[in-house]
């Protein structure tokens, strides 16, 4: 999750970190390798007939025949490509690190010394938590509720979130100012749901959180029945923030998360709480307008400051370092926290080779120096002018759409065009990569460089008060296997990471790249209009450009779309959550939608194409976007998933578009014996 993500919304991307998924072309005899680019023949089913069950038409083979590697919660399209992706970074990291000669300072150096600093075994296992133990004395030393103060405004500074957080980002309603934003935060379970839900599972987890808790503060020295005293306090504590944390689906609304303040508010809404020393403990002498993203747990959480005992208060920073830190300490450590965050929440079976997680963090800490390397070795220029060239399309494809739509009026029209028109898009890399000459990668430990490195970032984000914003700035990493649309600079954005097979080909067919990459980038250009992006205008603003009449008809065929996916229950009893998923689901409908009529103009006017395997263009448009969806998911991941996950799961993804479109009916020969389409009275149809 990106900094960005936890504060409510912002950017929206594909897919989660975590689940990075992707697929194979497989089928491919060297004669016919470019006739059968981009289809796997042999994951298919045969059996299954595709009016009835597409997603196990396009996949079933594959489904039922791939297993889960067992460091991994899912595996799928993304998560192939993700680990090609880490057999290149891996080379990358490994040469960096021997090139001890690099200069000092320079890019290689720095990601070199991190990398073999993570990769010291012997020193790691060593040290143990040795390298923290000025970070607990802080936390020790706390005696009054200035000092309790002061060690939360320290952590935050090592981008450690204990009871809120603080980022400097956009001011919703003036997208060309950064202003500083406080958000809900403090928890230590995936979501606030997690500590409120009553049925059996969510009880067990909190038992196993619990028990977990109590481990790592044993592994930190405290006796057993003093550390379950410690896990049970902090836990109480925790549960006290979540009740007054808003939920995911409230936050989806944008206003709802806009409370601009000046200083003097924000104090009387804590009282108690000096913000004016909190703002210059993280350094800001003049924070100037603050939006409070949820006020009601402001509130909360600084009545607890007041009230909740020192001891307490000790015990849960305690914890929250700890478990922010515990992925870099020594395999106790490391194990314990495994063995709750991979294996009870995510059903992984093995934890990830070091490599791996080094490599993870570098991308976490030294991203754009990391990403230059990577560039430089995979990333042609070709690739990015033909990327550019499908997005242009995709944009005259949805101009036209939103030029004849029957249900919105001419002036909501109007603004629509000149919203799509503005969209800026980003493809493969920053046209300026992060400067990195002011993070010194000396702390000597693994975890020391981390925490510098985080600190380095805070301050990195927080200096951009009061500046001009830079439009130049990336959300996510180069290599990265995702892609994302951002509402406050309303731009798109495709690293060179999922510019590859199979979401991208420059040697597949059309119908290929359109049904894959294509409806990429209709799902990120759709964000601009679903339920959240389309309350945001050309500039970024948050400002209402809709009449009241076309609003009201958004939010009847958007109401259609929660029902829809409300219905979906992907595992055991639990339903999808139409209202959390809806502006992905939305997008992905939208998006699949554009990218079919970007094909039909790529077709058009040119020779009728061949089929090819037997299919025709259209057929493999849909196969080629079914198939970059195919996904085995462990049930404990699944679970999680669907309480934190704003996209519904892979399957879905898959039938909860294509059960709208006529176009695939038609594609498929649907006649009689269709049980997947919707009645037409209950397809969506939206953008
Ligand atoms: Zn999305």
């Not at 958000?183 to 409120?196: K, N, V």
């Not at 759409?401 to 603004?415: C, F, G, P």
Request: with cysteine.
């Amino acid at each position: 999750m990106t900094r960005l993500q936890k504060f409510g919304i912002t950017i929206v991307s594909l897919l989660l970190a975590i689940n990075l998924a992707s697929s194979g072309l497989i089928a491919q005899t060297k004669s016919a390798e470019q006739r059968w680019r981009g289809i796997d023949i042999n994951g298919m089913a045969a059996t299954v007939k595709p009016c009835q069950d597409f997603y196990g038409y396009a996949n079933g083979q594959w489904l039922e025949h791939t297993p889960i590697p067992a460091d991994r919660s899912s595996w799928g399209s993304g998560a192939e490509l993700y680990e090609k992706n880490l057999v290149v970074l891996h080379q990358i990291l490994e040469d960096s690190a021997k090139d001890t000669k690099a200069p000092k300072g320079s890019v290689i150096r720095k990601v070199g010394d991190f990398y073999r600093a993570g990769m010291d075994e012997a020193r790691i296992e060593a040290e143990g938590a040795a390298p923290l133990k000025k970070e607990f004395a802080r936390i020790a030393a706390i005696k009054d509720a200035t000092s309790l103060q002061d060690e939360i405004a320290h952590l935050h500074r090592l981008t450690i979130s204990p009871v809120y957080g603080f980022f400097a980002y956009q001011d919703f309603k003036n997208s060309t100012r950064i202003i500083a934003q406080l958000y809900q935060a403090g928890l230590g379970l995936p979501d606030r749901d997690y500590y409120t839900n009553d049925d059996e599972k969510s009880k067990e987890i909190r038992k196993q959180y619990v028990e977990h808790v109590a481990k790592m503060f044993e592994l930190l020295g405290d006796n057993p029945a003093q550390a379950a005293n410690e896990a049970n306090t902090s836990m109480a504590l925790e549960t006290r923030l979540a009740k007054a944390s808003m939920t995911q689906v409230e936050q989806r609304d944008p206003n709802a998360v806009y409370h601009k303040m000046s200083l003097a508010d924000l104090n009387a809404l804590t009282p108690g709480y000096s913000w004016d020393r909190y703002f210059a403990s993280i350094g800001i002498a003049e924070p100037g307008d603050i939006n409070v993203a949820q006020p009601e747990f402001f509130k909360e959480a600084g009545r607890m400051m007041t009230t909740v005992p020192l001891n307490d208060w000790q015990t849960y920073l305690r914890w929250q370092l700890i478990n922010a830190t515990a992925g870099k300490l020594s395999s106790p450590f490391v194990n314990e926290d495994f063995h709750f965050n991979g294996t009870i929440l995510g059903g992984a079976k093995e934890l990830r080779p070091r490599w791996k997680r080094v490599l993870q963090a570098t991308d976490s800490d030294l991203g754009e120096a990391l990403g230059q390397l990577y560039v430089a070795k995979t990333f042609g220029g070709a690739a990015k002018a033909q990327a550019q060239t499908m997005v242009a399309n995709l944009k005259a494809a949805l101009c036209d759409r939103l030029s004849t739509l029957d249900w919105i009026s001419e002036d909501t029209r109007k603004h629509a065009l000149r919203k799509l028109d503005a969209i800026v898009v980003k493809v493969g890399y920053p046209d300026k990569w992060r400067d990195y000459s002011g993070l010194a990668v000396d702390g000597g430990s693994y975890v020391q460089n981390d925490l510098q490195a985080s600190e380095f970032e805070f301050e990195r984000n927080l200096k951009k008060i009061g500046k001009p914003i830079d439009r130049t700035e990336w959300g996510i990493t180069t290599p990265t296997v995702d892609a994302y649309y951002n509402p406050n600079f309303n731009e798109i954005v495709f690293p060179a990471g999922i510019l590859q097979p199979p979401f991208f080909d420059p040697k597949a067919d059309d119908a290929i790249n359109y049904g894959a990459i294509g409806s990429i980038i209709g799902h990120e250009l759709t964000h601009g209009f679903d339920d959240q992006g389309r309350q945001f205008d050309a500039d970024g603003n948050l400002k209402n450009w809709w009449t009241a009449d076309d609003e009201k008809n958004y939010n009847i065929r958007a109401a259609l779309i929660d029902k829809q996916y409300s219905d979906y229950v992907p595992i055991e009893s639990l339903h999808i959550n139409g209202k959390l998923t809806m502006g992905e689901n939305i997008a992905d409908l939208g998006g699949l939608k554009i990218a079919y009529l970007a094909l039909q103009k790529a077709l058009d006017g040119k020779p009728r194409p061949e089929k090819i395997g037997g299919f025709t263009p259209e057929q493999r448009f849909f196969l080629a976007f079914a198939q970059s969806w195919r996904r085995n998911t462990r049930p404990e991941m699944a679970r999680q998933l669907i309480v934190t996950d704003p996209h519904s799961p892979a399957r879905f993804r898959v039938l909860g578009p294509i059960s709208n479109m006529p176009e695939f009916l038609k594609a498929f020969g649907c006649e009689g014996d269709n049980s997947m389409a919707r009645p037409e009275a209950l397809r969506v149809k939206i953008w």
